[in-house]
């Protein structure tokens, strides 16, 4: 008499979830944690959180640090040696190329992607037209202060660094130097501080960076599995926006280090049971360092994919470029390399 015997059941999956360690990143780690675990209760979603070297560099200007890899190269390890199976990430911070066998699978909805003003507590200013001349305004964005000099030329603009929590610790600080900061109204709105924001600082005054107050997830592209898991909790206007704004930026060839500034609007025009499609409205604009010469311009168009979004944002690169983004650009990389320089030399001065 012969027997057979039964293969034990191989255990369900479990899905890691990774990110950055700073507060933020733990709760929008969350927030796409608790989505999946919404729609797929019977699977198991973990989280790991490391420091990147973007957390380790807190001092120098983030314009001398390079591009946005610096948020995201030890996080994308991790998911190609199979240590972890999604990274969630500020869209923003993704570079516009990703490292071979890695991909961008879901994108959540929107956050409003507005920057906003925070004044130090105990002040009364309500705007930045508010803040007397001379006054410290603390951001580590090139893009806010470039497009931000044009229309107030007698504010101070100094580099702040850190996460959200140390930089309003900075700006509390009695002797500190801030009378305001500038920073994404996304991050203060999830981590439970909407309260502290003053006032938005939108369009005509500033343009967002690309893919700001969007979360993004990354997977390995050879990951059917977790694409599936991902595009269940994807929304499409989002990624469509998003699409169109990294490839305006893709084209210029910029990062989180150059004042590249976006704008994106898209109505729905398909009606109930047809395909997506809809109208999309893009404005871009690039700035040069002291706000003397800005270049922008828009593109409106209806759109029926991602992949007609992409060709839209490169459109409005490419007239960019062609009415003087590309020599303000030009001037932007020989001023950071003069600078990367001159702080390799006296770096080595003090080494000596």
């Known amino acids: 008499m012969f027997t057979t015997t039964t293969e034990p059941a191989a255990p369900p999956r479990k899905f890691t979830l990774a990110s950055r360690t700073s507060q933020l990143a733990q709760k929008q780690t969350t ?10 209760p019977t699977l198991e979603f973990d989280t790991s959180y490391m420091t990147t070297g973007g957390d380790h560099n807190q001092s120098q200007a983030l314009y001398l640090l390079g591009g946005k890899a610096l948020w995201t190269k030890e996080l994308e390890v991790a998911l190609q040696e199979g240590a972890v199976d999604m990274l969630v990430h500020s ?3 993704v570079p516009t190329t990703l490292p071979d066998g890695c991909e961008i699978a879901g994108v959540l909805e929107r956050e409003d992607p507005v920057d906003c ?6 002040e009364s200013w309500k705007s930045l037209e508010d803040l007397p001349d001379g006054s410290v305004v603390g951001t580590s964005s090139v893009r806010r202060v470039a497009q931000l000099k044009r229309k107030f030329p ?3 603009f100094k580099d702040v660094r850190g996460n959200l929590n140390t930089r309003l610790a900075k700006l509390d600080a009695p002797d500190g130097p801030f009378a305001a900061i500038i920073l994404a109204k996304a991050g203060m709105v999830r981590i439970g501080l909407g309260g502290r924001c003053t006032a938005d600082v939108g369009p005509p005054t500033l343009l967002h960076a690309v893919s700001q107050g969007a979360l ?6 050879n990951d059917e599995v977790a694409r599936a898991l991902c595009r269940s909790i994807t929304h499409w206007q989002t ?3 998003c699409r169109a704004e990294r490839s305006l930026l893709r084209v210029l060839e910029g990062g989180c280090s150059v004042p590249v500034g976006v704008h994106t609007k898209l109505v729905e025009t398909h009606g109930e049971g ?44 490419t007239v960019l470029i062609e009415t003087g983004a590309r020599a303000i650009l030009d001037d932007i990389n020989t001023d950071r390399d003069k600078k990367i320089l001159q702080a390799k030399e006296n770096n080595e001065k003090v080494d000596a």
């Open 239 to 241: 990624e469509w926006r």
């Open 91 to 93: 869209f923003k911070d």
């Open 31 to 40: 927030i796409v944690r608790d989505a999946l675990a919404a729609l797929h």
């Open 117 to 122: 003003l925070v004044v130090k507590q105990g």
């Open 216 to 221: 993004a997830i990354e997977i390995r592209s």
């Open 154 to 156: 007698k504010l101070l």
């Open 274 to 317: 047809e395909p997506h499609r809809g109208q999309l409205d893009i404005v871009g604009c690039v700035t040069s360092l002291e706000g003397e010469t800005h270049v922008e311009h828009s593109i409106e168009a209806e759109i029926h994919s991602g992949e007609e979004a992409e060709a839209i944002g490169a459109k409005l690169a």
